[in-house]
Every structure is written in structure tokens, then in C-alpha cells.
């Protein structure tokens, strides 16, 4: 079952993938202060100091740095499923890149499709990273897992939403990934949280040294 979901979300992906990296290099006409505040929440050392206090006003808090990575500290890795503690800090990052993007598009200056793409690239890579600090071969297997998973869903609808102005919206009636509710999506989402669990219990099963069979599993 993991290996078929695995293979589903792979030839998504691949279907739905942009075909060329967008450039950093902002055409003219995009908010100059928004590609900044872009850059910096995808940077490696990012400067604070950078994030114009307009934006600072606008969306209601001050982006600060958190293991090196430019945040909003009012952010979280909102989710249909759980997501690994470890994904925290570089969903807080996306999230203040989001708002980037919202302030540009605010301001009538919305930034090109290479800003989103950054977000996103940085999110996914972020991800990925912060499940090597896992020992254990299975749980890093599992976070990986999942940090494949949630990259997929936010570049999906980064690619339904063309890249633009993130738009708002729940596949349930609370906070979630900006998972939209249309065919296909909801199948993804299934296969999500089908997956993560079964990947959880065989987590659990091997630690415990007993063995769980994909029927049995798919029973309970």
C-alpha cells in the first residue's frame, strides 16, 4: 500500500511539475519590498531588517529569525493529519512567505510566479532536511514520507491557484493545508492520511517487535 501510494503521488507530481524554474529577477511592475521580504524568508541567513514595517503593520506581527530561518512566529504547519514537530519552523517560514505574497498582491504589485515557487521549493527542501535529525532509520523514513506528501499537496494547489496570490482555502471546516476540495485532491487526500497511518502503525509494530500484516492493517 505505501509503495502504491508512493507511486500515485510521484506521477502527480510529476504530471503537475512546472517546467522551468522561474528567475529570481523580478520583472518590473512587482512589489520591490515583497521580493526582498521573498528572498530573505527563503534565504539561508536571512536579515530581519530587511522586512519593510508597512508589512510589519499590515499583517499584525514582526517576522523573526528561528534556526536561521526568517519566520512568522505566529505561524504553524496547519494539517488534515499530524505532521512531524519537526516540519514547525519551516512551515513558519512558508507561512511568512505567503504573506509576502499577499502583501504584494495587496499593494496591486503582485510578484511573479518564481516567488511562490521559491516558497514552495524552500518549504519542501526544509522539510526534508529537518527529518535527517531523526536516528532512528524508520521514523526518518516516516518523516520523509510525510514531508513528501504535504510538499505535494502545497505545490498542487500552488499550481491550481497559477502560482498567484495564495487563496484561502479548507478541504474541512477549520484550518488546514490550503488543500482545495475538488476530484482528485480529495483522492490525495485520502491516500494522505490512509498511508500515514499505516506507515505509523508498521513505525510502531517494528519497535514493538511485532509484525502487522497489510490486511490486517487495512482491516483496522
Known amino acids: 500500500m505505501l509503495a502504491g501510494a508512493a507511486a500515485v503521488l510521484f506521477s502527480v507530481a510529476v504530471a503537475f511539475a512546472p517546467q522551468a524554474a522561474a528567475a529570481?529577477?523580478?520583472?518590473?511592475?512587482?512589489?520591490?519590498?515583497?521580493?526582498?521580504?521573498?528572498l530573505e524568508s527563503t534565504a539561508a541567513h536571512p536579515d530581519p531588517?530587511?522586512?519593510?514595517?508597512?508589512?510589519v503593520a499590515e499583517a499584525g506581527y514582526r517576522p523573526v529569525v528561528e534556526a536561521?530561518?526568517?519566520?512568522?512566529?505566529?505561524?504553524?504547519?496547519s494539517?488534515?493529519?499530524?505532521?512531524?514537530?519537526?516540519?514547525?519552523?519551516?512551515?513558519?517560514?512558508?507561512?511568512?512567505?505567503?504573506?509576502?505574497?499577499?502583501?504584494?498582491?495587496?499593494h496591486?504589485?503582485?510578484?511573479?510566479?518564481?516567488?511562490r515557487q521559491a516558497a514552495d521549493a524552500a518549504l519542501d527542501e526544509r522539510m526534508h532536511a529537518s527529518c535527517?535529525?531523526?536516528?532512528?532509520?524508520?521514523?526518518?523514513?516516516?518523516?520523509?514520507?510525510?514531508?513528501?506528501?504535504a510538499a505535494t499537496?502545497?505545490?498542487?494547489?500552488?499550481?491550481?491557484?497559477?502560482y498567484g496570490v495564495p487563496v484561502h482555502e479548507t478541504l474541512f471546516d477549520g484550518p488546514s493545508l490550503p488543500i482545495v476540495r475538488?476530484?482528485?485532491?480529495?483522492?490525495?487526500?485520502?491516500?494522505?492520511?490512509?498511508?500515514?497511518?499505516?506507515?505509523g502503525r508498521r513505525v510502531r509494530a517494528a519497535r514493538s517487535g511485532v509484525r502487522i500484516t497489510t490486511a490486517r492493517a487495512v482491516a483496522l
Open 49 to 55: 531588517s530587511a522586512i519593510p514595517e508597512d508589512f
Open 132 to 149: 535527517l535529525t531523526r536516528g532512528d532509520a524508520l521514523d526518518r523514513a516516516g518523516c520523509e514520507f510525510m514531508a513528501g506528501v
Open 24 to 38: 529570481e529577477t523580478a520583472p518590473a511592475g512587482e512589489n520591490a519590498a515583497a521580493r526582498v521580504g521573498i
Open 182 to 199: 475538488y476530484t482528485g485532491f480529495g483522492l490525495l487526500a485520502a491516500v494522505f492520511a490512509g498511508t500515514a497511518t499505516f506507515f
Open 68 to 77: 536561521s530561518m526568517l519566520v512568522n512566529p505566529q505561524g504553524d504547519c
Open 79 to 106: 494539517s488534515p493529519v499530524p505532521l512531524p514537530r519537526e516540519f514547525d519552523i519551516a512551515c513558519k517560514a512558508h507561512d511568512l512567505g505567503y504573506d509576502m505574497l499577499r502583501y504584494a498582491g495587496s
Open 153 to 162: 499537496f502545497v505545490d498542487l494547489n500552488s499550481i491550481r491557484q497559477g
Open 108 to 115: 496591486g504589485q503582485p510578484l511573479g510566479p518564481w516567488a
